[in-house]
């Protein structure tokens, strides 16, 4: 699978044993924090996103800036994954790369989004949590702490996954009732989609995702992340998950 910003510090792995669902990820003896919040940000890159596709990659740059700003005091604790989906790629998402430090990802490298295919929004939700419930048990077992926050960012319903919402519900009840992650917190984003609005929050229900946002601004979608990363990061060692982020972008 294509990733880019990958390095011998990486490892891979499989989710839920389907063959095409894997990730990558740092290998826990390069980890200098004792905790961490996994983020993942999934980005439709599907052919209706046409003529926004520079602001969905700018909202995603920003957010990841944000992050790493010196004032952020949990910006050592973040460790970010980032895919792309679409029915035009091999498995139907791609990796621009795994759960890396944030500190370390440089965003210049973040290719531009091109446009085409349908919309497999079932698949890139099942490897976004999947790939965290993974990565998180993996974590616990090497004696981190760990919560996580995931973003499933698209402009319309699903139409072309071989996952189901409930596989995706199963994930996120794993998460809930495991003890190999402390809080998870699902958003799905809805992008000029407020034709879809019944449909994905729909989907949303069906998929056990915690919320639903929608906004046709892709400026106030980067502050949105970010801020709801930082909120998630602190809650960590709570016991539960962040009580701060906003039901609106």
């Known amino acids: 699978m294509p990733r880019l910003l990958t390095d011998d ?28 919040t996994l983020v993942t940000i999934a980005v439709d890159e599907t052919g209706s996103t046409t003529g926004f596709e520079d602001e969905l990659r700018g909202a995603l740059i920003a957010a990841v800036k944000k ?24 498995n139907g998402y791609e990796e621009i790369h795994g759960f890396k430090p944030i500190m370390e990802i440089d965003t210049a490298l973040y290719p531009q989004l091109r446009p085409s295919g349908m919309t497999p929004l079932s698949d890139a939700g099942f490897s976004s949590v999947g790939a965290t419930n993974q990565y998180a048990e993996k974590l616990t077992a090497d004696d981190y702490g760990v919560n996580g926050i995931v973003f499933l960012i698209t402009d319309g319903g699903d139409n072309d996954s071989t996952t189901t919402p409930k596989m995706i519900k199963d994930e996120v009840e794993k998460a809930v009732k495991g003890e190999h992650i402390e809080s998870l917190v699902t958003i799905l984003v809805g992008v000029n989609a407020s034709q879809y609005k019944s449909e994905l929050e729909a989907f949303q229900k069906a998929a056990g995702i915690n919320m639903y946002c929608e906004t046709c601004d892709l400026d106030k979608l980067g502050v949105f992340v970010s801020q709801s990363i930082s909120s998630q990061s602190l809650a960590l060692g709570t016991g539960g998950p962040s009580q701060n982020i906003p039901a609106t972008i």
Do not use: W
Not at 28 to 35: F, I, K, Q, S, V
Not at 67 to 85: A, G, H, M, Y
């Open 67 to 90: 992050c790493q700003d010196p004032k952020n005091p949990r910006r050592n604790n973040l460790l970010l994954r980032v895919i792309k989906f679409s029915s035009s790629l091999a």
């Open 9 to 36: 510090t990486m490892e891979t792995g499989k989710i839920g044993g389907l063959q095409k669902f894997t990730f990558s990820a740092t290998r826990t003896d390069h980890l200098g924090a004792t905790e961490y």
